[in-house]
């Protein structure tokens, strides 16, 4: 029975689950996942560009921040997890064009130094209402009409204890969505999971128990993402110190919202313990259907199920290093 996670210290002949290729899914849901495919490849390929660090500006203070920001004016997850991945791509642009205009400012070093100082210490005080404006933002794209107003902003904002204009706020909006290009992303992690749980259908009849428990596991993914990828990388190395490039060549692992989608089902999965389908089978069906290592998704699981649940979990076993 599938119910203990297949890892290499313990794959043997009989633990291999195969995944039929008869399965036919529907065309519609074929399009939208290779619209995803592409979405996802882009998103990694503009953060290897930057050569940023993945979710640098979004650690777990400012998730846990944004949700319950949202969760004040009554916002459903999909706003705040693209209000996340907006406000990440903001920061990584605006520090760059910062840094440019302080270079531009002067020849010398000391005085660059002197503007960057200035104007970076003024950024970080308008941190709060740059991310009202990214959720703003991803309120429209979500909601569209019913979308957060400014005037809704500006009072949070003054509970808060800041005064701001309503000129400011929209002027903030502005600034945010001009900085990103006017191009925002317009998918979410939910999208990604969304998808792959209607793939399962195929499969299962229990994916209704599966939707709840996602959203819950998603949230606290996000919530101690630095934690697990920190795990993850050291899973894929055997160390915990590593350099910058190192950091930004795994970054590719990290950004893949598909391996990331496909965890988060196989955790909830295992938690469930559900009859009809268990975490291996499940985890060879998304690999199949997200194009990523289905040893990938099940060690990514395993460390959050491990967070979760804690580290006893039916006898996870890992492959030794060295």
Not at 12 to 17: K, N, R, V
Not at 56 to 71: A, F, M, Q, R, Y
Not at 114 to 143: E, G, T
Not at 162 to 185: D, M, N, T
Request: with cysteine; net charge neutral; proline share 3%.
């Amino acid at each position: 029975m599938d119910f203990q996670f297949v890892t290499p210290a313990n794959r043997t002949p009989l633990s291999e689950f195969s995944v039929p290729k008869s399965k036919l899914y529907d065309e519609s849901m074929m399009d939208f996942l290779l619209i995803l495919r592409e979405h996802n490849s882009q998103r990694k390929r503009e953060f290897a560009t930057e050569g940023s660090l993945a979710f640098l500006s979004t650690p777990s203070p400012v998730v846990e921040l944004t949700l319950n920001i949202c969760s004040v004016f009554e916002l459903p997850k999909e706003v705040t997890f693209l209000a996340i991945d907006i406000f990440d791509r903001f920061v990584v642009q605006h520090t760059t064009d910062l840094w440019q205009y302080s270079c531009d400012s002067s020849s010398d070093f000391k005085s660059q130094m002197k503007y960057w100082r200035r104007i970076s210490a003024r950024s970080q005080k308008q941190s709060l209402l740059r991310l009202l404006s990214c959720i703003q933002i991803a309120s429209k794209i979500v909601l569209q009409s019913v979308a957060l107003s400014p005037k809704h902003v500006e009072e949070y904002l003054h509970k808060s204890g800041h005064a701001y204009k309503l000129k400011s706020i929209c002027g903030s909006e502005r600034r945010v969505f001009s900085s990103l290009g006017c191009k925002v992303p317009i998918y979410t992690i939910f999208d990604y999971i969304f998808v792959l749980l209607e793939a399962l259908l195929k499969w299962t009849n229990e994916t209704h128990e599966l939707f709840p428990v996602c959203d819950q596991v998603l949230e606290y993914t996000y919530l101690q993402r630095d934690e697990i990828y920190k795990q993850f990388i050291w899973m894929a190395t055997c160390r915990w110190d590593h350099s910058r490039d190192e950091r930004i060549k795994f970054a590719e692992v990290e950004l893949d919202q598909f391996l990331m989608a496909s965890a988060i089902i196989v955790t909830s999965i295992y938690i469930l313990n559900l009859s009809s389908i268990g975490p291996n089978e499940a985890s060879e069906i998304l690999s199949e259907l997200a194009s990523v290592s289905s040893n990938d998704i099940r060690g990514l699981s395993i460390l959050i199920s491990q967070k979760i649940l804690g580290e006893g979990i039916r006898s996870v076993t890992f492959k030794s290093c060295g």
